[in-house]
């Protein structure tokens, strides 16, 4: 695992996060889209920076009348399977935790095995599915029930 600092989004970061959004999404957000995020009052925006301060990964998440939902999670290929994504994944499960946030929501592309197979790793579950959602591909609609019980996990953002 690499060393790994987590912290909010910040202007500065923008336009490296847009960088990572081209990379991997055939419809990535705009940077103007990416900035107005940092000011939604419920955006969970956090960038995981290597020991250079450059973005490796991402995550945005809206806290939504007692839930979350899971917009975007994202690392740069080449610093995949190193627990980037893991540790951005238990930020926002500390923050709902600390918010008694009791539910966590994505959808994810049917056709992405990798993502599919990572969140039933962290007990998601699918609980819907859209038709198409991704041209002519359904996305699967997965939730996390989130535990007080005997919590493990570590305030690492």
Known sequence: ??????TKAN????????????????SPYNQNSLLNELFI?????YCNIDLDNNVTGYIIARLILGECE???????????????????????YKICIDQTVHAVFLEVNENNRPAINFYKKNNFIQVGQ????????????LQKRISYVNDPIERIC
Do not use: P, W
């Open 1 to 6: 695992m690499i060393i790994l600092k987590i």
């Open 11 to 26: 202007r500065e970061q923008i336009n490296s996060i847009y960088q990572l959004e081209i990379e991997n999404y055939s």
């Open 41 to 45: 009052e419920d955006s969970l925006f």
């Open 70 to 92: 899971i917009h975007r999670i994202t690392v740069s290929k080449d610093y995949r399977r190193q627990g980037i994504a893991q540790n951005l994944l238990n930020c926002i």
């Open 130 to 141: 859209r038709k198409k959602y991704y041209g002519d591909s359904d996305a699967l609609i």
